[in-house]
């Protein structure tokens, strides 16, 4: 009876006629921007969705909205000061169909698709997270001593959360962890992850790559949230298709009318423990960035906890990424307020835009680096944010996927960009590897001689606040007058210590 239910609601959700479009506001004041971020905290209120926030009055915001709530949308951009805004995509519905079922390819190439009972995964659709684990699982059979099956917890809905270890069983290596999907709309992320596994599997006998599996172990664990993701897949309505959250248990609140509201899900990326609840979250169950009642209330985040903190991976591990979409950024801890970093930045950073360079190179894509609350906006309780403070990895990084934020259609990207999204991203993440692989060769090097190999990276202690600015001006005043670090160094080395390069 409870199958036949869940078929009927998800029938009635693909038949339904509601029709969503997206506008771009563009704030021209700071008296716009407030009036946007104010509909931003209240969003859940009016049924909108916010695709993309902007971080100043010179950003612009994408926010989705049902037709039936138009006229409420346009005539609060109306009555506070005419805020300037642009229709940008008619109906999001005929915009999935059209990016996210092309069966063209499978139907021309058939040797591509995804028989889960060969050694091929098609990586040129979204395939279901049952394709995915099915196709993992063939790559231990193809490649026993190479690949092993990993799970590292269950979901809410009982979904086991697979991935694979990729370099052999050996317990001294250095561990390189790889995650995606945590966000369940963001189909190119763990497709991405996918395309890793394949490079690692189908090239491990270049020099390059076989160089790295000698002294490195993958862990690559492709679908963070199935549960959510097998939900965005079972319709097109934008409703489901732009689910972000996991799939937890009901929760009910009054609404500013007084209605009770209940809303199911968390934001699985502002679940951990890393100064909890501070920034960009909401504790509005309705909320796409709602925390969760408590630090690592979801198993999905416990699953990543207790993974890296387990004794197979605690201590080893020295590289995380988490992929996102979208925005093409490349971004290092922390995020959880501008001007703080850890007290290896410098390490990071350069690390991160050689990573970008190198990704630029294969088909021109240009990514930001940065944190995320300097490139985006503010946000604590993130993954990555944890694993560089309190799992002490190294080399953290959160990538945002194609597009780059000016594009409109976001989420939806077209399937004939998937391969040239992962591959380009794949050089990003080899720079990533090669520098762990120069940490190895640095912590192995007895004399000075053999030293250089190490390409001159300095490593940090990684403390949390070791190297910040305190003050948000501090960029702004060294840009302007770059004497005052030399001048006043007392009061800028206690307020502007990683703007005056102090650290």
Known sequence: MTSLLIFLCFSIVSLSTQSFSVYRLMPKSLTDFQAIQKLYKNATDHDLNFWKTGKDKHGFWDVMVERKNENFLMDYLQNNGNISHIRTIDDVEKLISKHENNQTLSKMFPRLWDDSSSGHYDFHTY??????????????????????????????????????????????????????????????????ALFFIHQLTSRANEPGIKKLLEEITFVVVPCLNPDGYEFTRSSTNPHVRLWRKNRSKMQCRKDIWGRNRCCRGVDLNRNFDFHFRESGTSDDPCSEIYQGPAPFSEPEAKAVRDALLSQRYRGRTDAYITLHTYSQIWIHPYGHKKDAYPGDIKDLYEVGKKAAQALKRVYGTKYVVGSGADTLYPASGGSEDWAKHEAKVKFVYLLELRPDEKNWDGFILDEKELIPTARETWEGVRVVAEAVLDRIVAAKATTPKEAPKARGFRFGDGTEGSCFDVRHACKRWVQEREELCRTVPIFMRENCAYSCNFC
């Open 127 to 192: 395939g279901s997270y049952q394709r995915m684990t099915d196709w993992m699982k063939q790559l231990v059979v193809k490649y026993p001593k190479m690949v092993q099956y990993i799970s590292i917890g269950k979901t809410t809905e009982g979904r086991n959360i697979d991935g694979v270890e990729i370099g052999g069983d050996s317990r001294t290596k250095k561990i390189f962890w790889i995650d995606g999907g945590i966000h369940a709309r963001e189909w190119a992320a763990p497709h991405t």
